[in-house]
């Protein structure tokens, strides 16, 4: 009994002991504990002026916006644009976003046409003066409009091709809007097709690659793989060069191969993770192929960005700048729109980051519940300034060589595709289901 007390006489003598002591108060900013975790602030070190030096393509006036950017023969190295244009027309297209159908669709432009694909598989050719010339629903006889959404479009070989949220490539006359042929996918179509020479590539399902003859719808070959069911709407469309083709899957794998015969050369996967941030496990391909000389860059929903030897498929750096959309390569950088809602600017040597500007990220703040976060697209280097459309209700100008935005111009109820430029004008549709022309 004694020694007892004696233990609990000094544990009492050594808490009066600690309460004396006198309270460490740690520097540094205070966070509320219920403020919303993200991924770690990116401090960037101050950069030069000649660190920042840039050095763009020659301006150049093009007629027509026939692909995504991924493919060179397609990507127009600097096109013509007003300094600040504006909105000169608008013409319906057809059904706009809806909470289960959405336009995913960049418009493609040629010979006085732009083609755009509504949220319900309705194409349409509207005049580069903003008339209607005509409409093609592409909706199955024993479907419904509204069962199926997503699509791509690419212009070549003389026709339209048209990937459609039904699970098919539908060939269209320009002209006329009367289908061609048409291919079953045996799978979704919301992926955008690619068309070089005699073929048309494109990926099915999140996992199958096809190579279709232009005229006829034939397939050549095809490559698959593994399943995936964690994907973002709308595939990549596949870039290609004379030599190679390079798919990209819902599962953050990539497939180099030889694109006249299908045989695969090189297989790759794109993966990340953010902390605190769920959505990025999500490992869909976001920012398509783009090809650039002998470099593939590839960018992911989860966090990454990659360049690879398009030779060999070895990596050459990652960048910690996930892509939701194809990245621009100009100058000796990349431009890309991250998965952090940030325009950056990276060294396309190593990857490193020169400057990056933050966009508008959340709809509604909440502590407790902040799911919606705005959408943008692009970006496009178009008269000498970066252009992001946003689905906010702006188009964004930004300085190349610094970052900074120059000015705005207001897109009726918010973009929902990339905008594309053709004969100085700048195309995009609106979540309304308008496309917006400016000049």
């Known amino acids: 009994m004694k020694r007892s007390s004696i233990v609990l006489g000094l544990v009492a003598v050594s808490l009066l002991v600690a309460c004396t002591e006198k309270e460490v108060i740690l520097p540094g900013k205070r966070e509320n504990i219920r403020s919303i975790l993200s991924e770690e602030d990116i401090i960037e070190a101050p950069l030069s002026a000649a660190s920042r030096k840039l050095t763009l393509p020659k301006v150049s006036s093009n007629a027509s916006w026939t692909h995504r950017i991924g493919t060179p023969k397609y990507r127009p190295s600097h096109p013509a644009l007003a ?19 959405r336009i995913t669709a960049d418009p493609v432009v040629d010979q006085g ?23 093609t629903d592409l909706t199955p006889a024993r479907d419904r409009q509204d069962e199926a959404t997503g699509g791509g479009l690419a212009l070549g070989a003389g026709k339209l091709f048209v990937a459609s949220g039904f699970g098919t490539l539908t060939a269209i006359d320009p002209a006329t809007g009367g289908v061609v042929w048409q291919q079953d996918l045996e799978s979704t179509g919301s992926g955008t097709p690619t068309v070089y020479d005699d073929l048309v590539y494109m990926v099915g399902g999140d996992n199958t690659a096809w190579a279709l003859e232009a005229d006829t719808g034939r397939v050549r070959w095809q490559l698959t793989q593994a399943s995936d069911i964690g994907n973002v709407l709308g595939a990549s469309a596949p870039a290609v060069n004379d030599k190679f083709v390079v798919f990209a899957y819902g599962d953050g ?18 993966s990340g993770q953010r902390r605190f941030k769920s959505i990025a496990k999500v490992s869909d391909i976001t920012g398509d192929p783009v090809i650039d000389g002998d470099i593939v860059y590839v960018g992911s929903h989860s966090g990454r960005l990659v360049a690879l030897d398009i030779n060999t498929g070895e990596r ?75 689905n906010d209700g702006l188009l964004r100008f930004f300085n190349p060589e610094t970052g900074a935005m120059t000015r705005s111009v207001e897109v009726p109820g918010g973009a929902t595709t990339a905008p594309v430029v053709a004969g100085g004008v700048l195309y995009v549709v609106g979540t309304k289901g308008q496309l917006y022309a400016f000049r």
């Open 316 to 390: 050459i750096w990652t960048a910690a700048e996930g892509a939701i959309s194809p990245v621009w390569p100009a100058g000796g950088s990349v431009f890309a729109l991250t998965d952090q809602n940030e325009l950056v600017r990276l060294n396309a040597q190593d990857g490193s980051r020169i400057w990056g500007t933050k966009l508008p990220n959340f709809v509604k703040y909440h502590p407790r519940k902040a799911a919606e976060v705005y959408a943008h697209y692009g970006p496009v280097l178009a008269g000498g300034q970066l252009v992001v459309a946003s």
């Open 253 to 270: 794998g990539l497939h180099g191969a030889f694109r006249k015969g299908g045989l695969r050369l090189w297989s790759s996967y794109v």
């Open 83 to 101: 300094a600040a244009p504006s909105l000169v027309w608008s013409a319906d297209i057809g059904a706009g976003d809806g909470k289960r159908n």
């Open 113 to 135: 046409r732009v083609f755009t694909l509504d949220a319900e598989a309705q194409v349409v050719a509207t005049s580069t003066a903003g008339t209607t010339l005509w409409k």
